[in-house]
């Protein structure tokens, strides 16, 4: 793969930057969204005049993940004088953020002294908003799980199997099969909301 130069699309009124990446690997256009912008992941056989189409076509995904993209990122960077924090079970906690100088290993998360503590391992390919989601993830599976080992005794039922999702529109839902899928975002809100 080898990465372009920045190239700017307006979609939806919105100027947005973004990378092309050639890749011989590749077999249809892709493009990925996260703190570091907007890339297209462009196929050796396809050509720079299908990118446009293809950003346009994706336009209210692209926008979606921008969005959500700049509250992490919004996160790691407050206004100035105030310390960042994110609701966890509620409650807004401090989140502090500390660099290590030794290389390997993988970013860490502790819930310590009634703060979120964000270890960046030196050298870690991994960003620390995308740690810091899955450490939340992570989190609202154990919750979900304990409440699910409440209610299920009384209900006399037992799921397919627990999905923690992302979605859009809804906090959790159960399909015809007995899956249930809930948002990871409720471990974010109050015990009440997420029970």
Excluded at 48 to 71: C, G, K, S, T
Aim: with cysteine.
């Amino acid at each position: 793969m080898e990465s372009g130069a920045t190239n700017i699309i307006t979609l939806h009124s919105r100027k947005i930057e973004y990378r092309v990446t050639r890749s011989k690997g590749a077999r249809r256009l892709r493009v990925q969204v996260g703190p570091r912008g907007v890339q297209v992941i462009r196929p050796a056989s396809r050509s720079e005049e299908e990118i446009a189409p293809f950003l346009r076509r994706n336009e209210a995904w692209i926008l979606r993940q921008i969005e959500r993209a700049e509250e992490l990122n919004a996160i790691f960077s407050p206004p100035h004088g105030r310390r960042p924090a994110i609701l966890f079970r509620g409650e807004s906690t401090p989140l502090r953020i500390v660099h290590s100088l030794h290389r390997g290993g993988q970013n860490q998360i502790k819930l310590q002294n009634g703060e979120i503590l964000v270890l960046c391992a030196a050298g870690c390919r991994t960003e620390a908003a995308r740690s810091l989601e899955n450490w939340l993830r992570k989190e609202a599976r154990a919750a979900i799980r304990a409440h699910l080992a409440a209610i299920l005794p009384r209900v006399k039922r037992s799921p397919g199997k627990l999905y923690i999702m992302e979605q859009r529109t809804k906090w959790g839902n159960c399909s015809a099969l007995g899956n249930l899928s809930f948002n990871w975002r409720l471990i974010m809100a109050p015990e009440f909301v997420l029970r």
